[in-house]
């Protein structure tokens, strides 16, 4: 838990300084459980897809991926 609340405030720290090709998104939304369900296999597909583009990439630069979507 340490581990992922430590990145999370580094993302915070980021956005003060953050670059135009950088992506930070709140996006607090009123939606049904259902599509709640549905996005959030949306998001577990692209996660997919991003490990294993980031196990194929050469390691250049470090980047972080954070993503939260959670009942408020």
Not at 4 to 15: C, D, E, S, V
Not at 16 to 23: F, G, I
Not at 29 to 38: L, V
Not at 41 to 57: N, P, R, Y
């Amino acid at each position: 838990v340490k581990h992922h609340t430590n990145w999370r405030i580094k993302g915070i720290q980021r956005m003060d300084h953050r670059r135009s090709n950088e992506l930070f998104l709140t996006a607090p939304m009123s939606i049904s459980n259902q599509d709640f369900a549905k996005i959030r296999e949306q998001l577990l597909q692209m996660i997919k897809m991003a490990v294993q583009t980031a196990k194929d990439s050469e390691a250049e630069d470090l980047f972080c991926l954070n993503i939260d979507f959670f009942r408020v």
